[in-house]
Structures are given as structure tokens and as C-alpha cells.
């Protein structure tokens, strides 16, 4: 069965510090790979995903995510932390024809002055 | 713009009293989605509907039923809702199952329960 693990459920930076959440994901075949972001009170709303059309992922409000077959990640990053980034993130995973998302547990980032 | 949208943003029911929650969409997708999400945790998928087919999830309580009556409509219902029921629910749609067609979400109904 697929599934992703995110290491580390609060991350803090101080504004325009890089931005790095882990995600670390198991399948048996080629995974199609998520980012979503929720702010409080909201859905979630999609970041990027991986397809496996390009390693090197580009997302909405300057994310981007790259697929590392060798290491099992995927993780997010941003090079510059803006105030409006503080939310709960969360990878997910769905592998072939299977209709569930799967997600981890989230990482809430919390961004400072 | 096209959505998927929720109503009502804020439910709050009794002990017991049955409760429905709706989902609508502009996005004319084939595949609508319910979530429970309860605090500080992940979605958790309840059932799905593709088309007029509805796949429950195995650990999904009888408790909680569903209906998608046309294209652009889905309802939740909870028949008799517990105090452990209370969370967010997501409702999200996607043109089709594949990981290829990524899922949008609506912004979600906060159930209540008292």
C-alpha cells in the first residue's frame, strides 16, 4: 500500500528564510505526488504536483518540489518565506488507477518576523 | 469561476439529530468525494462517487450515508450524529480517477456537535 511520511509537524522560519518540508513516500510502482496547502477554517487548495513528467515540480506562490526516485522524496521548498505561507501543509500520494489520496499528517509552518 | 462549494460553512447539530451537509460543483467532474477531517489531523476519505457509482470506504461507519442525485450534487448525510462525529468536512471533486487529474476542494462545512 502507498503512503507518505512528513518529518517534522511544525516547521518555523523567519520570513524570507528557504522554506523546506519533507515528505518521504513509499509505493511499489511510480507514484503521482501532491502538495496541498490549507490556511485555518478552509479546503485544501493544490500547490503542485508530480506526474512523472518532470522531476523538478513548479507550483502556485513560488513552491516547487522535486521528485528523487533514489531517496523516496519529494519534498517542498521556497526560497524566500512570506508572512501569507503560515498554514498547514500536507503531501499526499496516489499510485495507478487507485482512487484514494493518501496523505500524511501534515506540517503546520509557522512564519516569523 | 468554476468551484466546488459547501453549505453550509458552519453546522451545528444535536446529539443524535440527523444531519445532512451539501456539496455542489461548477466544474462538471465525474468523480465527487466526501473527507472527515478532524483537528490537527489529515483528511481522512469517507466514500466517493464516480458517476452514479458509490465506493464506501471499508471503515467508513454506517453511520454515515451519501447521495449524488445529478452531476453537480452530493449530500452527506449523518444519520445519528456522536459527539465523536465533530470535525470538518471536505467535500472535492476530480474529472477522473486516475493520479493524473488532480482532486479540488471545496472550503469545507465545520460540524458541531452538542
Known amino acids: 500500500a502507498q503512503s507518505v511520511t512528513q518529518l517534522g509537524s511544525h516547521v518555523s522560519v523567519s520570513e524570507g528564510a528557504l522554506v523546506l518540508l519533507r515528505c518521504n513516500y513509499s509505493s511499489s510502482v511510480p507514484p503521482y505526488l501532491f502538495w496541498y496547502v490549507q490556511y485555518p477554517n478552509q479546503g485544501l487548495q493544490l500547490l503542485l504536483k508530480?506526474?512523472?513528467?518532470?522531476?523538478l515540480v513548479k507550483g502556485i506562490n513560488g513552491f516547487e518540489a522535486e521528485f528523487k526516485k533514489s531517496e523516496t522524496s519529494f519534498h517542498l521548498t521556497k526560497p524566500s518565506a512570506h508572512m501569507s505561507d503560515a498554514a498547514e501543509y500536507f503531501c499526499?500520494?496516489?499510485?495507478?488507477?487507485?482512487?484514494?489520496?493518501?496523505f500524511g499528517t501534515g506540517t503546520r509552518l509557522q512564519v516569523t518576523l | 469561476d468554476a468551484m466546488v462549494i459547501q453549505n453550509p460553512r458552519y453546522q451545528v447539530t444535536q446529539f443524535g439529530k440527523p444531519v445532512t451537509l451539501s456539496c455542489s460543483q461548477t466544474l462538471n467532474h465525474n468523480v465527487m468525494y466526501w473527507y472527515q477531517q478532524k483537528s490537527s489531523q489529515a483528511p481522512k476519505l469517507l466514500f466517493h462517487?464516480?458517476?452514479?457509482?458509490?465506493?464506501n470506504e471499508a471503515d467508513t461507519p454506517d453511520n454515515f450515508q451519501s447521495r449524488r442525485p445529478n452531476t453537480s450534487f452530493c449530500f452527506l448525510d449523518i444519520r445519528s450524529p456522536g459527539l465523536g462525529d465533530a470535525a470538518m468536512y471536505l467535500c472535492?471533486?476530480?474529472?477522473?480517477?486516475?493520479?493524473?487529474?488532480?482532486?479540488?476542494f471545496g472550503p469545507g462545512t465545520r460540524l458541531t456537535v452538542t
Open positions: 499526499a500520494v496516489i499510485t495507478g488507477t487507485a482512487s484514494k489520496l493518501t
Open positions: 462517487y464516480y458517476d452514479k457509482d458509490f465506493n
Open positions: 508530480y506526474t512523472s513528467a518532470a522531476t
Open positions: 472535492a471533486t476530480s474529472r477522473d480517477r486516475t493520479g493524473n487529474y488532480e482532486q479540488y
